[in-house]
């Protein structure tokens, strides 16, 4: 029986720790938590259906910045990465190597990484609410939330915590808890796409960027009218283990994440341009009895507000390899930027000079908001480095440190108080790597192009 029918619904007893998003942030967020406090009372608020993110509502099968992006890559993302990959593993929801296209990622399906998400929040004892939206928030005269409004299908409920981790992608707490976010970076944002994932196509045929561009690029030629209807004419592939199917990001629009007549646009236009697309391939070798699997479901928004911190990360202590006194994470991603300002509104990549860098607590940090932390795409960093630290292996590094300093934080008063080291204690005590010049190797990968 779930916590919230065993009492009343309007007399919820309070929370210790309450996190939104139950993403790739979220989950690392909520296993922190109760690394940190093995005692406490965690919440984990969702809007959709299940737990995973962008993984199961968004179509992005793909980890990325698990592992370092140099020639050879090392394990970037600790023993959170290695429980989780472990339980996929037994269920055959991942390979056993990860593949390297740019960078290097694991592929993930879907389907088992729900029942995963599901058996992991369940042994960590972390109470969950599917299908429930932050609407409100409370705050005092001491700039600290004391509260949240969830809308849950019975309606309102007002629950209390101590401590607070926004993991929602878009800063919703922060912003509706009167925590300093700003929208977007520098007057640009980050493009989203429509995951497609297409499925008929020839065993005995590999698809490539390559050959998908060509064909793009000659139908628009054919069919000048097409090139408002599809901007982008390339995009990374996914290919799945076990179906054979493949995915890409090809369908793709600028929106405004906050606005849902906005998101509405770009919905109802991906999914044509999933149909376009389709029409095209079919025309290629092996690809004749090819089918659209499914898109989506939802829209992966790449960049949306962030949270107003004690550090902004910036694309400058990326390249120049800044080692941080408060490190909590490392990233291993490129600065991957989506821009309609780029031909084709293709991607641009550049690889950080090491490989991974630092990810200091002080992003995770409310400026104004002592009791509330970010992770995942939330956190505080410029327009290079957000485009580098948005990818869900970061995100569960992230929102591991996010919730461990929730942690403590909830325990202040019991405490008296706590400080960088004891967080960055308790994640090397539970596997965490924090230290970039001792990553332990990847082993095999796959080259895919």
Not at 389 to 408: H, S
């Amino acid at each position: 029986m779930h916590i919230f029918d065993k009492v009343e619904f309007s007399s919820v007893k309070p929370f210790d720790i309450i996190i939104v998003g139950g993403g790739a942030a979220g989950i690392g967020a909520a296993i922190g938590a109760r690394q940190a406090a093995p005692d406490a009372r965690i919440l984990l608020v969702e809007s959709e259906s299940c737990l995973g993110g962008a993984a199961t509502h968004r179509g992005v099968c793909a980890y990325c910045g698990l592992f370092t992006v140099d020639e050879n890559p090392r394990q970037a993302v600790g023993s959170i990465w290695l429980e989780l990959k472990e339980r996929l593993r037994a269920v055959n929801g991942t390979t056993e190597s990860p593949v390297r296209i740019r960078g290097v990622f694991q592929v993930v399906e879907p389907e088992p990484l729900k029942l995963v998400l599901d058996d992991l929040m369940n042994d960590y004892n972390i109470d969950v609410l599917l299908h429930t939206t932050v609407v409100g928030a409370t705050r005092s005269a001491s700039n600290m939330i004391t509260s949240v409004d969830l809308q849950e299908r019975r309606g309102r409920l007002h629950v209390s915590a101590k401590a607070f981790v926004d993991c929602s992608g878009d800063c919703d707490l922060a912003y509706l808890a009167g925590a300093s976010t700003r929208f977007g970076n520098h007057g640009t944002l980050n493009l989203g796409s429509l995951s497609a994932r297409f499925g008929g196509i020839d065993p005995n045929t590999r698809p490539s960027v390559a050959t998908w561009r060509d064909a793009i690029i000659s139908a628009k030629k054919k069919r000048p009218e097409l090139c408002d209807i599809i901007p982008k004419n390339g995009s990374a592939l996914l290919h799945m283990p076990i179906s054979g199917d493949v995915i890409t990001f090809l369908p793709s629009a600028s929106y405004d994440p906050r606005s849902s007549a906005s998101i509405t646009a770009a919905e109802r236009s991906g999914r044509r341009q999933a149909q376009e697309y389709l029409q095209i391939l079919r025309a290629l070798p092996g690809h004749e009895g090819m089918y659209l699997v499914s898109t989506g479901p939802n829209f992966g928004t790449r960049e949306s507000r962030h949270m107003n911190s004690m550090h902004q990360l910036m694309a400058e202590d990326i390249m120049d390899d800044r080692r941080f006194s408060d490190v909590i994470a490392l990233g291993a991603w490129g600065f991957e930027f989506h821009d309609v300002e780029h031909e084709s509104w293709e991607s641009t990549f550049t690889y950080p000079p090491k490989g991974r860098f630092d990810i200091p607590l002080g992003s995770l940090r409310s400026i104004d908001t002592p009791n509330l932390f970010a992770a995942g795409r939330c956190i505080d960093a410029d327009q290079k480095a957000s485009s580098a630290v948005r990818v869900m292996g970061t995100a569960l590094a992230t929102g591991q440190a996010a919730g461990v300093a929730a942690g403590f934080e909830a325990r202040r008063e019991s405490s008296g108080g706590w400080d960088v080291s004891q967080v960055q204690d308790c994640l090397r005590a539970h596997g965490a790597l924090l230290d970039s010049d001792l990553l332990p190797d990847v082993g095999p990968i796959e080259q895919i192009y």
